[in-house]
């Protein structure tokens, strides 16, 4: 497997415009998690899914950020409109469903100018 | 929430030495993962370890899961072992990690 694979890399916007984060976890993981790391809070669970169903969005820092999950093959993390203090690397990971290792994609690192 | 506590927070040996990282835990846990992130940003697992010890290669891990600590030790450190090693715990009742503020390592040559 190629492991998580996560797009973009890098993305630079402008404050306002909607962004959007795209995730393709490991085949056959029922669980994927979305992570912001900053450097003031390091890093931090924002949302995860259980067999394409959000199950706890409590990190979720405002409605600007909305997360889907249509499939078992992909996620979207979405944030709109985009504001500076966006500005941060997100991570998605995955993992099966025995509770084993979180596997992490390459991660996408977002400057909202 | 479950409190993750790494030390040192920094760290910085000669090419050669050996480390010891400690990681301790607010509660009981039934995964902890040891990752090592490198200067291009990525997070590699290095243990799946929620008691016991396992060992790869010049890195082992220990965790002492009823005294809720684990330890990383490198041995012979190279210049690639330099990085942000975290600690991630995931308590019962939950299935989310919850990580520690992590310790830099630098090893110079």
């Known amino acids: 497997d190629a492991g998580v694979?996560?797009?973009?890399?890098?993305?630079v916007t402008e404050m306002g415009q909607e962004v959007t984060l795209r995730c393709k976890p490991i085949s056959g993981h029922d669980y994927l998690f979305w992570y912001r790391q900053t450097m003031m809070r390091g890093l931090e669970l924002l949302i995860y899914f259980n067999n394409n169903v959000p199950i706890d969005d409590s990190g979720m820092p405002e409605d600007r950020f909305s997360a889907k999950m249509p499939n078992a093959s992909f996620s979207t993390l979405k944030i709109?409109?985009?504001e500076p203090r966006d500005s941060a690397v997100y991570f998605c990971a995955s993992r099966g469903a025995d509770r084993g290792i979180q596997y992490f994609?390459?991660?996408?690192?977002l400057s909202v100018l | 929430g479950i409190q993750v506590e790494q030390s040192p927070p920094d760290l910085i040996l000669q090419e050669g030495a050996n480390s010891t990282l400690r990681c301790n835990f607010s509660d009981s846990v039934n995964n902890l993962q040891w990752f090592h992130q490198n200067p291009w940003g990525q997070?590699?697992?290095?243990?799946y370890i929620p008691s016991g010890t396992k060992q790869n290669g010049r890195l082992s891990?220990?965790?002492?899961?009823?005294?809720r600590y684990s330890l990383l030790y490198i041995s012979s450190s190279q210049t690639t072992d330099s990085g942000v090693y975290f600690c991630a715990v995931e308590d019962f009742g939950n299935e989310k990690l919850t990580f520690g503020t992590g310790t830099r390592l630098t090893i110079i040559p």
Request: hydrophobic share 35%; charged share 15%; proline share 7%.
């Open chain 1, 5 to 11: 694979i996560q797009s973009p890399r890098h993305e």
């Open chain 2, 61 to 67: 891990a220990t965790t002492v899961a009823t005294e």
């Open chain 1, 105 to 109: 994609g390459a991660g996408t690192r």
């Open chain 2, 43 to 47: 997070l590699i697992n290095l243990f």
């Open chain 1, 80 to 82: 709109q409109p985009s």
